[in-house]
């Protein structure tokens, strides 16, 4: 049997641009994409914690450093500038391998969405 886990984890960024007219997907620093072991087009969860909406959408690498999280095409609709949102990605894997998987999970600084040191 195979079941979905929790694989990587960005809780609390801070939501830092909404572009409404792109295609569509979340553009994520890739410090932070890195920290989380995410890539480039992977599915994403994406969980407001001002608001409580919830959406699947896909990451976009961002530039290194910058701290950008933003929202692009309808998931632009979905969030305010300033609000505060978790990115998960999950994976399936076997039942017994997935009782000893540890996620990656990242808790990053909300008021510059870059790594504490």
Same mark, same amino acid.
């Given at each position: ?5 929790? #694989?990587? #984890? @960005? !809780? ?7 572009? =409404? ?10 410090? @932070?994409?890195?920290?989380?072991? =995410? ?5 994403? !969860?994406?969980?407001? #914690? ?5 959406? *699947?959408?896909? *990451? ?7 701290? *950008?999280i933003? @929202?692009?095409?309808? +998931?632009? @609709? =979905? ?11 999950? +994976? ?5 391998? +997935? $009782? $000893?998987?540890r996620?990656? *999970? ?8 870059? =790594? $504490? $040191?």
């Amino acid at each position: 049997m195979e079941i979905q886990v929790l #694989k990587s #984890k @960005l !809780h609390y960024v801070t939501v830092t641009q909404a572009e =409404l007219d792109y295609i569509g997907s979340v553009t994520i620093d890739e410090d @932070l994409m890195d920290a989380a072991n =995410l890539i480039e087009n992977e599915q994403v !969860h994406i969980l407001n #914690k001002n608001n409580g909406q919830r959406f *699947v959408t896909y *990451v976009l690498r961002g530039e290194r450093g910058s701290g *950008v999280i933003c @929202l692009n095409g309808p +998931a632009a @609709l =979905l969030v305010n500038l300033g609000d505060v949102v978790i990115i998960m990605s999950f +994976a399936t894997m076997e039942f017994e391998a +997935a $009782k $000893k998987f540890r996620p990656w *999970v990242v808790f990053p600084d909300t008021a510059t969405n870059t =790594l $504490k $040191k």
